[in-house]
């Protein structure tokens, strides 16, 4: 038998990797999408060494340069006790990109692998019991069982994510279920099932492959609401505490001081917004990619 | 008989509950398959071919009656009852080959799976990588396409994948589930083509399900008319072409398009098509047939017809014979 061997080098990942690539690229607000979250995490990164006064996200008070309005010296000016508001924003930044993060690491393995496991043994008593815990998750608002959570326990940073996860992880749940649900319809499927190859196999070499884009999708979307749900928690007190900054606490004390100190609410409600608006694009970008991809 | 049959099928029923009440798919169907035999199996959609197919795959129990395979081994367990060798045996190809890969694996992936599913697990993976190209070396695709995902090839190339793919299991039976019939008309004759040519050089037996009679006449050995879930006639396909009986096939045979005035000629000239396949919910009583058959007679509408042997071979069942 004639045989030429093929190339084994030609990695067809790589290549499925570059035309998704091209495909996002041509998307002018998925890149701005994703350089508004490149830049978003280069300041958090390096936000101790890029703050022109790092010392004031803590414990400082500086009474000579309380209120001053934006300047060259302070680009986002100055709040009540003279702290500079650009270096406040951004290590607040850090924390709140680390509680979405944080968030998602907790929420979206466990909600997947529920899903899974509810939407490939559909009809039997695992996806009613799965299902129906998740949906009583899903009854109470997230904000409110969040609060509950971080009341329950101590009130800090890790609890406040734990909290804000425990709400989320039934929308991943109930997300991986659908899309399990519809791929499972799918003739490789079962194919793959007649053939013989083993459930794992199937859930995380069938089914998960197909669904991951809607929920890596839906994670870059999440992040914005996470954040959101965050500085609302630091709004009432709740997760980071002061003078440690946060972006919604920020918003939220400086409030009483508006309209004539506006700088202390706008910039980092006006950062809140950037963050939401970048993952937001960027979310979208990876779903036009992908949904055409898999077709 | 000389030699084992392949399939046996006997009372064949299954039942599917729905909202709307008992579906009937299919009522009581008995057909044999002999080895190295490509056997039609062909009937409008809704008249059970399929149900049969994916009973014998195992996708779905039978509500009554027997599968035996080889002789020995019982095929109305599902596919979760059933051993490893059985299923490594018999084989499905889909009617939708984009379907029926994953599109997101590519070619080489797709066909690995079967080698570590029914090969000796000793196998390097060279080995299997030269398993993998033999395979495709027989279905006729170039190597290059390995490293294809599934979704940028052609409907007949997936095809080609789904029938390489049954092949590294080497079965003896494949059960082909209208295989042609989602794909352009060139490419149909290339796949048929494939599949007998397959069937000859490496003994295989075949299950064809379709709605293409031209395609029967072409590949089949013997055939099955299927009509609301009932075996309406079963014979050699050369004497089905030259002498239906059921006036049902005689429809089927005369809806077929024709080009010439000469190939006019050969067709039945009886029954022309009239009225649709009954919803399967709300089967007729007696003959399945009655209510389209331009012979029908009083005992048609009461009493469902047997089968029977008609002439030596030829089975059919009608009141009228």
Same mark, same amino acid.
């Given at each position: 038998m004639k045989k030429s061997r093929v190339e084994k080098s030609f990695n067809p990942r790589l290549e499925a990797l570059k035309k998704s690539w091209y495909k996002f690229s041509r998307n002018p607000l998925s890149l701005l999408g994703l350089s508004v979250i490149m830049v978003i995490f280069f300041l958090a990164i390096f936000a101790t060494v890029l703050a022109p006064y790092p010392e004031d996200s803590g414990l400082s008070v500086n009474f000579? !340069?309380?209120?001053? @309005?934006? @300047? !060259?010296?302070h680009l986002a000016g100055t709040d009540e006790y003279g702290r500079d508001i650009f270096s406040r924003m951004l290590v607040g930044l850090r924390y709140s990109l680390a509680i979405g993060l944080l968030v998602l690491i907790l929420a979206v393995p466990f909600g997947i692998l529920l899903g899974l496991l509810a939407g490939y043994y559909k009809e039997t008593w695992l996806e009613t019991i799965v299902m129906r815990f998740t949906e009583l998750f899903m009854s109470i608002p997230p904000l409110i069982l969040a609060m509950v959570i971080c009341t329950m326990f101590t009130n800090s940073y890790f609890f406040s994510s734990v909290g804000i996860a425990v709400a989320w992880w039934p929308w991943y749940t109930r997300l991986t279920y659908n899309l399990v649900i519809s791929v499972s319809n799918e003739l490789y499927v079962l194919y793959a099932k007649l053939s013989g190859i083993n459930v794992l196999k199937i859930i995380f070499k069938e089914i998960l492959p197909n669904i991951y884009p809607s929920i890596l999708t839906k994670m870059s979307l999440d992040m914005g609401s996470i954040i959101i749900i965050a500085s609302s928690m630091n709004f009432v007190g709740l997760g980071i505490q002061p003078p440690t900054p946060s972006l919604g606490a920020m918003v939220s004390n400086s409030i009483s001081y508006l309209p004539e100190y506006w700088w202390l609410t706008v910039f980092p409600a006006l950062l809140v917004i950037l963050i939401v608006l970048g993952f937001n694009l960027l979310g979208d970008g990876l779903n036009d990619i992908m949904s055409v991809e898999g077709k | 008989m000389e030699q084992k049959l392949v399939l046996d099928v006997k009372g064949l029923r299954k039942e599917f509950k729905t909202k709307q009440g008992k579906l009937v798919a299919v009522n009581g169907v008995d057909f044999q398959i002999r080895p190295g035999e490509i056997f039609g199996l062909v009937g409008e959609s809704g008249s059970g071919k399929s149900t049969i197919g994916f009973m014998i795959a195992g996708a779905y129990e039978p509500t009554a009656g027997m599968i035996s395979f080889k002789g020995e081994q019982d095929l109305t367990k599902s596919y979760k009852e059933r051993s490893k060798e059985l299923k490594r045996d018999i084989q499905l190809v889909f009617q939708d080959p984009g379907g029926s890969l994953n599109p997101r694996k590519t070619i080489r992936q797709i066909l690995l799976a079967p080698s570590q599913l029914y090969g000796d697990q000793h196998l390097t993976s060279a080995e299997r990588e030269s398993r993998i190209e033999e395979a495709m070396f027989r279905v006729g695709l170039p190597l290059s396409y390995l490293n294809k995902y599934s979704r940028a090839i052609g409907g007949g190339e997936k095809q080609l994948v789904c029938i390489a793919r049954a092949l590294i299991a080497e079965p003896s039976f494949i059960v082909l589930d209208e295989p042609t019939s989602a794909l352009d008309v060139s490419i149909q004759a290339k796949i048929t083509n494939k599949l007998s040519e397959l069937q000859k050089r490496e003994r295989l037996s075949y299950l064809f399900i379709t709605h293409n009679l031209c395609l029967v006449r072409n590949i089949c050995d013997r055939l099955a008319i299927m009509y609301l879930g009932d075996l309406c006639e079963y014979t050699e396909t050369t004497e089905f072409f030259r002498n239906p009986l059921h006036p049902y096939t005689q429809m089927l045979l005369s809806s077929i398009p024709v080009l010439s005035e000469e190939e006019e000629r050969l067709k039945p000239e009886k029954a022309k098509s009239v009225g649709e396949i009954p919803n399967p919910l709300n089967r007729p009583a007696g003959c399945s047939f009655h209510a389209r058959c331009p012979m029908k007679m009083a005992v048609c509408t009461k009493e469902v017809p047997e089968i029977r042997?008609?002439?030596?071979?030829h089975f059919a069942s009608c009141h009228r014979l």
């Open positions: 000579t !340069r309380t209120f001053q @309005s934006p @300047s !060259r010296q | 042997e008609v002439s030596p071979g």
